[in-house]
């Protein structure tokens, strides 16, 4: 390889280094931002918590869990990524949604719902029926306008297919790991969630006032619940995301810096052997044209003697 080549390769890796490092950064960042915003949503879904807590303490309101039929139509909304670099982030979520749902219905029929572009083109590989794909944006004011479409989206495909059954498939981060594929059922309520909310002590020294109709105040909560549901399960993913993100560019970072490294050593050793070679012609040289002067005085001392 001519050093000018190897210097070119030196360039374009420098270059390459500074694009990832940038990716680095910004990954980094949004990482933090979303991880404050999953602290304001479990904050906000305790308040929605203790507001079913309040209805369940009225003596005219009992909640009664739905029952799953056997063999029931099954919804899997599977919140992916939109963009790349994030290895198998989607494909690990793809399996464990497959696996989890022929575990928990095995005679059902399953429908997906594909949250993010790679996510949605990797259904066509998986058993299962995709009812549509919807972006996601990276942007934290706009997970609730996506929560609500997607909320919408839902209630159509129940009435349409008759969906007994909704489930959350996300990646989390958690810890030092990069991403956990974890599921979450929305629809119906959870039993073990809601069933016992009653038990729970109230906050307050007296049982709250409410003068609602009991079914608008039940509807009102369970919307603003899974609102809070989905959002939390988008902002998780994200945040898995580009924390995943992080990680491979800092792995990619440290491999460019092995290249860089072996590049420059190269470029040196090739450098000191062209200014070696250079050398050796000048002292080449400079012997030749001595010799040349001393055979051309010994050329005239031997004619003037």
């Known amino acids: 390889m001519s050093l000018e080549i190897l210097k070119k390769r030196i360039q374009t890796t420098t270059d390459l280094k500074e694009i990832v490092s940038t990716m680095k950064s910004l990954s980094s960042a949004s990482v933090g931002q979303y991880e404050k915003a999953l602290v304001s949503l479990y904050q906000y879904g305790q308040t929605v918590k203790a507001g079913f807590n309040g209805l369940t303490r009225a003596d005219f309101f009992t909640y ?14 599977v919140i992916g990524s939109d963009n790349g670099l994030v290895g198998r982030f989607n494909r690990d ?26 996510i949605g083109l990797l259904a066509p590989l998986y058993h299962l029926h995709s009812e ?3 972006p996601l944006s990276n942007s934290v004011k706009e997970i609730s ?31 030092n790991t990069a991403f ?11 039993s073990e969630q809601f069933g016992n909310v009653k038990k729970e002590k109230w906050q307050g020294r007296m049982a709250p006032l409410i003068t609602a109709s009991k079914d608008e105040l039940f509807q009102a909560l369970v919307r603003e619940y899974l ?55 000048i002292v080449s040289g400079s012997e030749q044209i001595n010799k040349q002067k001393n055979q051309s005085t010994l050329d005239f001392l031997q004619k003037t003697g």
């Open 64 to 77: 009664q869990p739905m029952k799953i039929r056997n063999n029931p139509n099954v919804l899997a909304v």
């Open 227 to 281: 609102v809070v549901v989905l959002a939390h399960a988008l902002t998780a993913s994200l945040a898995s995301e580009h924390y995943t993100r992080m990680l491979h560019m800092q792995e990619a970072e440290r491999n460019i810096d092995d290249s860089l490294s072996a590049f420059n050593l190269e470029y040196q050793q090739l450098r000191q052997n062209q200014i070696t070679d250079e050398l050796i012609d």
């Open 145 to 175: 306008i996506i929560s609500g479409i997607i909320l919408t989206k839902i209630h159509e495909l129940i009435a349409k297919k008759h969906i007994d059954v909704v489930y959350l498939f996300f990646n989390q981060k958690q810890g």
């Open 180 to 190: 956990i594929s974890d599921y979450l059922q929305v629809i119906p309520l959870p």
């Open 132 to 134: 549509g794909m919807y």
């Open 93 to 118: 979520l793809m399996s464990f949604t497959e696996q989890t749902l022929n575990e928990l219905h095995p005679n059902g029929e399953k429908h997906i719902l594909a949250i993010g572009k790679r």
